[in-house]
Every structure is written in C-alpha cells, then in structure tokens.
C-alpha cells in the first residue's frame, strides 16, 4: 500500500536537492529530474509545496513525459485529486506558451542565439573585406 503524504510533507522538500511535487494526487520525489527537465529546473521548483496539478496541465505535457512520472512516484497525496477530469485545461497554443515562458527561458534562448548572430556578424565582415581585395 503507498503512503499517504499531507501538505506539511510536501512543504518540506522544495529545494533543489530535495524536490517533491503533487500531480493529480500522487507525490513524486523528482529530485534526480531536475536537471533534465527541458523547461529548466526552476519552473519545476516553482510548483513544489503545493499541488503543481494546474500548473502540469496548463503546460500541455506529452503522454511520455505524464508516463515518465511514474518512475518518481512515491505515495499519494491526502488531499486526493485537485483537477478532476472535467476541469483539466486544455493545453495551450506555441504562441500563449512562448509569451509566458519563464525568464530563464529566454536567457537561455538568448545564450543560444547571441554567438549565432556574432558568427553571422564575423562572416559577413569576412566576405565584405574579401570582395574588397578582388
């Protein structure tokens, strides 16, 4: 039989070396995840102490990442199932998601793209001196 864990439990691991969240009345240790997460560990820590059911949902998690929680499943929650079927959102556009994406989502972008532009920046210098010589 699983454990039971209530809200104080869950209040107690909300770091990033000892994380739990609540999805749809179940608890997962998602501590050794945090890294991994494609959104960043932050908006993971950002749902903790709490139940992150809404927070799971609004997001629109693929049916691999929903079955990947299982490996993370520790017991249930005491306050059961906080989005019954009914009041589960739907996921959002590209377009919702990309205006409400976290801070640390567009610094990471913006690390990504700045040495691209740079790169496209040194090129074009290169071929314009090059066209100069001929």
């Known amino acids: 039989m699983a454990k039971t864990y209530a809200l104080a439990d869950i209040k107690q691991h909300t770091k990033d070396k000892d994380c739990w969240i609540v ?10 995840f945090l890294e991994e997460h494609p959104g960043g560990y932050d908006i993971i820590l950002s749902s903790t102490g709490k139940d992150a059911t809404q927070d799971f949902e609004e997001i629109g998690h693929s049916n691999s990442a929903k079955k990947l929680l299982d490996k993370y499943y520790i017991g249930e929650y005491e306050g059961g199932d906080s989005a019954p079927p009914a009041a589960k959102v739907p996921p959002k556009s590209a377009n919702a998601a990309a205006r409400e994406a976290p801070k640390g989502a567009a ?28």
Do not use: E
């Not at 999805?23 to 050794?32: C, L």
């Not at 990471?108 to 290169?126: E, K, M, T, W």
């Open 23 to 32: 999805v749809h009345g179940k608890v997962y240790d998602v501590t050794a």
């Open 107 to 134: 610094t990471r972008a913006f690390h990504v793209v700045l040495p691209l532009l740079i790169l496209l920046a040194a090129l074009a210098i290169n071929f314009y001196y090059a066209s100069l010589k001929k």
